[in-house]
């Protein structure tokens, strides 16, 4: 049972944590960062999900991608500042691709350590909002 209601817990945890990031502090701060980076992950009917990510400054030094709320946490390290990585994903999520965020720990020689958080979307439909947050 615990097991079942571990998923829902979290998101609204996260959810919570990301409102709270979002409506705090100046909106020009998180510009530098929409202007920086640009995350997409994208599900496909085909089975898989395609999530990019691009530094438009070329400063990232290391990224960690993690796509949680699976069976078995999905993690890959890279060292580029661009990457596209194609992840199996048989099917769309009984809950929502909400239980599912994808979650970058980006180390940028400029910007330091910066969170950066989105969620999966089909094919055809419009992204959501990136989050992006600086411990």
Avoid: C
Avoid at 33 to 56: L, M, P
Avoid at 72 to 83: A, D, L, N, P, R
């Amino acid at each position: 049972m615990a097991k079942k209601l571990g998923a829902p817990i979290f998101l609204g945890v996260f959810t919570v944590l990301a409102i709270l990031l979002l409506t705090s502090g100046d909106s020009d701060d998180k510009d530098v960062y929409r202007q920086t980076f640009d995350v997409n992950a994208v599900y496909y009917d085909t089975g898989h999900i395609e999530v990019s990510f691009s530094d438009k400054s070329e400063q990232t030094e290391s990224v960690v991608m993690e796509i949680l709320g699976m069976e078995e946490t999905f993690q890959k390290s890279f060292s580029e500042h661009e990457f596209i990585e194609i992840i199996p994903f048989p099917a769309s999520p009984k809950y929502g691709w909400e239980v599912h965020p994808v979650v970058l720990e980006v180390e940028h020689s400029e910007l330091g350590h910066v969170q950066i958080k989105t969620e999966i979307r089909p094919y055809g439909e419009p992204s959501p909002p990136v989050i992006y947050s600086v411990p």
